[in-house]
């Protein structure tokens, strides 16, 4: 592979070349005989220090294509955009598409933007060959002339049009006759800027995605911050647990949140929820008690006995309204018409009634939970956390607590680039956060 100039070298005065056409068809014979196909694409916003100018240019030269520079204008001030215009060369016409899918996700466009395709689905479940695979930023479409916004805007699914209306949906719900996207003509997207400030306060309080250095109080306060954003602008707090919210004795506080409300939709699985009822039952989590840190008596049975107790009085709403379950996250969740999804896995011990176990019904739901979110918190959960920020756009900030740093770059390096990470204890976090948002209302 030839190697590149560096960008400055490649700036070309665009009206004093030759014209090339721009529909990635064949442009006739290269330097060593073969045909090869274009395309010209542009970026636009903050390419230089949102670092997408190098980031682009890499997804070319990594996926076996070249590149040429042909217009590249930068802001002079940290406020103004710049634009590039990039000529993108590849050996056939599968390369191309598959360079421009990668380019557009990152926010590039084509400048002369045709009508986005629609080909009707043929199997149910399915998309046809060759659909536009979606990111998790916010995407337009070019239906009749007119951009269009995407909605449900979520990474790895596919556009669909229902009563003119283009949205994102899951492979799994797809039916026959559905028009779906395909190429990726006519589809223009917009990441989340840097600058941008969905709620609140900005979420650059330091660069890096994940650092056990920073200063825990004035993350705390930051995160506080968005929060009270996220209620004021009517939108939900979305919680994320695992079961170490419990074992660490944080789940007061987390229930404490939910009763002031602040955390206003709940996702977790069947273990949180079953220790949180073995806790306001027993008044133990895996059958350690939470106030004294001892092993109680036959306490390894408490878990089971709490999910065999909700079982037989029909599910969590039932049992906290006969009383059987009266304190904690789950009880304060009815108490409060707090909405929460429980998803289980194949390791569950009952599991809870109310664990969905269909995993495509799980997701479903899951989608629908989110849907009015503007600020989400991870704690303590891996699985359910990366779940989550799958279908997350972009534009909903995500904070991420774990005493493992690895959970907080896995998150990041899955698409959910929004995030900000915090290696700390759980319920320094948790206990911190609660008399954070108590003195702010106060």
């Known amino acids: ?19 090339h056409p721009a529909d990635g068809q064949a442009r006739g014979p290269d330097a060593a005989g073969g045909r090869q196909h274009s395309e010209l694409v542009e970026i636009r916003g903050h390419i230089i220090d949102s670092l997408l100018l190098p980031k682009v240019l890499d997804l070319v030269l990594n996926q076996g294509g070249r590149f040429d520079i042909e217009e590249c204008r930068i802001g002079s001030r940290r406020v103004d955009p710049s634009v590039a215009r990039i000529r993108v060369t590849a050996p056939d016409a599968d390369t191309l598409g598959r360079i421009l899918n990668s380019m557009i996700a990152q926010g590039a466009t084509l400048p002369e933007a045709e009508a986005a395709r629609f080909v ?34 979520e990474m790895d699914v596919a556009i669909v ?3 003119g209306q283009p949205q994102c949906m899951a492979m799994a719900d797809v039916q026959v006759g559905m028009p779906v996207l395909v190429g990726y003509h006519g589809v223009r997207v917009k990441p989340v800027d840097r600058l941008t400030e969905p709620t609140g306060p900005s979420f650059g309080f330091m660069s890096s995605a994940v650092s056990s250095e920073r200063p825990r109080a004035a993350l705390i306060h930051e995160i506080a911050g968005h929060m009270r954003a996220t209620r004021a602008a009517g939108k939900r707090v979305l919680l994320v647990g695992g079961p170490a919210i419990v074992h660490t004795g944080s789940g007061e506080y987390v229930a404490r949140l939910i009763r002031e409300g602040w955390i206003t939709a709940l996702f977790a699985g069947n273990a949180l ?11 133990t989590s895996l059958g350690i008690s939470v106030d004294k840190a001892q092993a109680t008596e036959h306490g390894h049975e408490h878990h089971l006995r709490a999910i065999n107790s909700v079982r037989r009085a029909g599910g969590i709403v039932p049992a906290v309204k006969s009383g059987l379950i009266g304190s904690g ?15 289980g896995s194949i390791r569950d011990d009952g599991p809870l009634p109310d664990v969905v176990t269909d995993m495509l019904v799980g997701q479903a739901k899951l ?55 915090m290696v700390t204890d759980v319920q320094a976090f948790l206990s911190g956060l609660a008399d954070e948002l108590a003195e702010a209302k106060a």
């Open 1 to 19: 592979m030839t190697k590149q100039a560096a960008p400055h070298e490649q700036h070309r005065n665009h009206e004093n070349r030759h014209p």
């Open 120 to 153: 009707p689905a043929d199997i149910a479940g399915t998309f046809p060959e060759g659909f536009y695979a979606t990111s998790n930023h916010p995407t337009q479409v070019n239906i009749g002339g007119k951009w269009v916004d995407v909605a449900r805007q």
């Open 161 to 163: 049009l229902e009563d």
């Open 273 to 283: 929820a079953t220790h949180d009822i073995e806790q306001a039952i027993f008044g």
């Open 329 to 343: 996250v789950m009880y304060e969740c009815v108490r409060q018409g707090v909405p929460y999804l429980l998803t």
């Open 367 to 421: 989608r629908e939970l989110v849907h009015d979110v503007g600020f989400c918190i991870i704690v303590a959960t891996g699985l359910h956390g990366i779940a989550t920020g799958n279908v997350l756009p972009s534009t909903v900030p995500v904070a991420v607590v774990d005493i493992n740093p690895a959970i907080i770059t896995k998150l990041h390096d899955r698409g959910t680039f929004q995030t900000i990470g």
